[in-house]
């Protein structure tokens, strides 16, 4: 028996040192063939695998108003989900619908899939997280979804707020608790909403890589800047398998700080929309620019929707339109610099001349009295004075003072100005009359068969302004590294000089008369608080290869104060027939210039005092004034008495802007004659000047924004 058992042991160490002698064989074999007959094959793939290299996308850089206020910035949000096939989850014998109805609960008061259904009980029922929920677990567990959204692109307090629902923190740790994860994502906003839209731009994912760059405004002209350097994670073999191993970090993108006052800007917009609504115009545009650095302070562009209302659109200040008589001021300067004529009171002969009359009558006419009336055919006769014999010199003298080069200001789509080199000969080589080049000469030399964006229109006035020095219109003040070093952007100029000092006198004294003079075309631009000048300027749009008579683009373009010039401005709108530049886009300039004035931005003082009379008492907000007084203080010949509302008592002091947005909060503050700033981002959490404190114009009253 003892013999039998010890057999059979034997036997069995026998079957059990045989297996482990074939299993040894079998890896001594494919030992021989993974590391000497398929070495190489192995070795291949290993290299290919650690080759293996992914892109780590930088962050992108902010764009900054010239105050330091954040134009436009990144935003680390989340999508926060619920994992339904977790094996917890799965491994559930039944689930208790006692406890996730009290996370459907939360979810449908905080999150809830449709809002403002409280008037459509049925609707919300079909749309709530009850019915979701139930839904989900009906399902066999491996057909459940693996990732369900709660919410997208939400902030890291929203998922902590999810996580201490009461289901999902009161049964923490027990088998039916469902596990909840955030996706980390990144979004560009806007803290200012549409303001700028369009200086600003936006930013757009590509498909084929997932990258985040410009697809307008500043976001698509400075992208390689904004974008930053991309970083590098290669493959590595560890202990525990092959991972990601960063070998060049990601270098992030300049953020950009911008001439863009944001306190002009929305003021800008403001006065631009009211003229657009007012004139029922298909579009307008305005830029604002500092005379001496060629900051570009503001520019706004307003466009009629498809529903009726105003927004921001195409960004017509860099896109070439037909200038009309804004051109004159520019070729008399090319005048007088050219000896052409000597003083503002030399004269010219008005009578009709290369097929144009003169609206305001002919005769002779002083060089003034040529830009005060608008007259076509006395700067025709001027600039034919030096051009005639060789009207393709024209254009060259414009080329001669860096009018077609390219400006570089940050702008996307930004265009040059077309005017045509008269030349004996066309482009296909047919012979070109004397008189057909002298009818075009002519309207170069006023306005017509030319095309010129209103930013290079403005630049020039800017140039005379600031005594014939042609500084570089630009939206970039500095670029600022991750490491928070500066870039200062020095003041560029596109030529040193273009006119002498004393030519630039002669033409800012002759673009007064078109505000100041007796017969001048933009005399509703006068205020007597501060000293606007500027020219007029019409032109009808073409349409099917004719000009469409029923619109017409209002132009005016000039600066202010005259004696000291801080600011140069144009507005341009395209409205209906009827209408001129003096009651449109004038009018848009002017309501600049004065508000600018009064809020004591034009190195003046903000008060009643100097606004009106230097003899007139400070108005105060807690002082009581009778209708009387006011009127007089502020020069109004007829008033209307308005009972207050509530108990019949006037209430004077700063309104309250907690919890308003940004540009409305601005507005309302603005329109009471306090000087605003902005800190942070998003809407008013605080402000400096407690609500009904006593209301006295200019003070200054700091918003706190948050997100």
């Not at 057909?143 to 998922?159: G, H, M, P």
């Not at 008013?684 to 200019?698: E, F, T």
Request: with cysteine; proline share 5%.
């Amino acid at each position: 028996m003892k013999q039998n058992n010890k057999t059979h042991i034997l036997f069995r160490y026998g079957i059990i040192t045989f297996a482990f002698l074939i299993f040894a064989i079998a890896v001594v074999v494919k030992l021989i063939d993974t590391t000497v007959v398929t070495a190489p094959a192995w070795n291949e793939r290993a290299h290919n695998e650690l080759s293996k290299t992914s892109v780590i996308p930088p962050e992108r850089g902010n764009i900054l108003a010239s105050n330091g206020n954040i134009l436009a910035c990144n935003l680390k949000v989340y999508d926060i989900k619920l994992d339904l096939r977790h094996n917890k989850v799965m491994k559930q014998s039944g689930i208790p619908w006692a406890k996730i109805d009290s996370l459907a609960d939360s979810l449908d008061y905080h999150y809830p899939r449709i809002r403002n259904l409280a008037q459509h009980p049925d609707t919300f029922r079909k749309y709530s997280w009850h019915t979701r929920l139930k839904k989900e677990f009906d399902k066999d567990p491996a057909k459940r979804t693996r990732a369900l959204r709660i919410t997208a692109k939400k902030t890291i307090e929203d998922f902590e707020r999810i996580r201490n629902f009461p289901y999902l923190r009161d049964f923490k740790g027990q088998g039916f608790r469902i596990p909840i994860y955030k996706e980390e994502k990144n979004v560009r906003i806007y803290p200012y909403g549409r303001m700028a839209y369009r200086s600003i731009g936006r930013v757009n994912e590509s498909y084929t890589t997932g990258e985040f760059h410009g697809y307008s405004g500043l976001e698509k002209d400075l992208d390689t800047l904004l974008y930053g350097k991309p970083g590098i994670a290669k493959k590595v073999a560890l202990t525990s398998g092959i991972a990601n191993w960063m070998s060049q970090a990601p270098v992030r993108g300049f953020d950009i700080h911008t001439t863009i006052d944001i306190d002009l800007q929305d003021m800008l917009e403001q006065e631009l929309l009211n003229v657009c609504q007012e004139s029922k115009a298909e579009w307008g545009t305005a830029i604002l620019m500092e005379v001496a650095t060629g900051e570009i302070k503001a520019i706004s562009n307003i466009e009629l929707l498809d529903n009726g209302t105003y927004g921001e659109a195409l960004n017509r200040a860099v896109q070439a339109f037909e200038p009309g008589s804004v051109m004159k001021p520019i070729s008399l300067m090319i005048a007088f610099e050219d000896g052409l004529v000597k003083s503002v009171n030399d004269t010219e002969d008005c009578s009709p001349f290369q097929r144009t009359n003169d609206p305001h009558g002919s005769g002779r006419k002083t060089m003034k009295q040529i830009i005060e009336q608008s007259s076509n055919t006395g700067i025709a006769r001027v600039i034919f004075r030096g051009y005639e014999s060789d009207p393709a010199r024209f254009h060259d003298r414009l080329a001669s003072i860096g009018f077609f080069e390219p400006m570089h200001t940050g702008i996307a789509g930004e265009c040059i100005p077309r005017v045509r080199k008269l030349l004996p000969k066309d482009s296909r080589g047919n012979n070109i009359t004397m008189t057909a080049r002298h009818l075009d000469l002519a309207r170069q030399a006023y306005g017509y068969n030319t095309e010129i964006p209103p930013l290079y229109t403005l630049s020039i006035y800017n140039a005379i302004a600031n005594g014939g020095k042609y500084v570089r219109p630009h939206l970039v003040r500095a670029l600022i590294d991750e490491e928070g070093r500066d870039s200062i952007m020095p003041i560029s100029y596109i030529r040193d000089r273009i006119c002498s000092e004393e030519t630039a006198r002669k033409v800012r004294e002759c673009i007064r008369e078109v505000v100041w003079g007796e017969h001048g075309t933009a005399k509703m631009v006068r205020d007597d608080r501060v000293d606007v000048v500027g020219k007029t300027g019409t032109a009808y749009p073409v349409a099917n290869g004719s000009y469409d008579k029923s619109k017409r683009r209002y132009a005016f373009a000039g600066f202010f104060p005259y004696e000291q010039p801080m600011y140069s401005c144009m507005a341009l709108v395209l409205g209906p027939s009827g209408w001129s530049a003096n009651r449109t886009s004038g009018q848009v300039v002017k309501n600049m210039a004065v508000k600018m004035f009064s809020r004591g931005m034009l190195n003046n003082s903000s008060s009643f005092t100097t606004m009106r009379n230097e003899s007139t008492p400070v108005l105060e907000a807690s002082q009581a004034y009778d209708s009387r007084e006011l009127t007089s203080m502020l020069g109004i010949n007829r008033a209307k008495k308005v009972k207050a509302p509530g108990d019949g008592k006037q209430i004077y002091g700063v309104p309250d802007v907690v919890g308003y947005d940004a540009p409305t909060a601005v507005r309302i503050l603005e329109s009471n004659g306090l000087n605003v700033l902005l800190k942070g981002s998003g809407r008013v959490v605080s402000q400096s000047l407690p609500k009904g404190s006593p209301l006295r114009q200019g003070d200054r009253i700091v918003l706190n924004l948050k997100i």
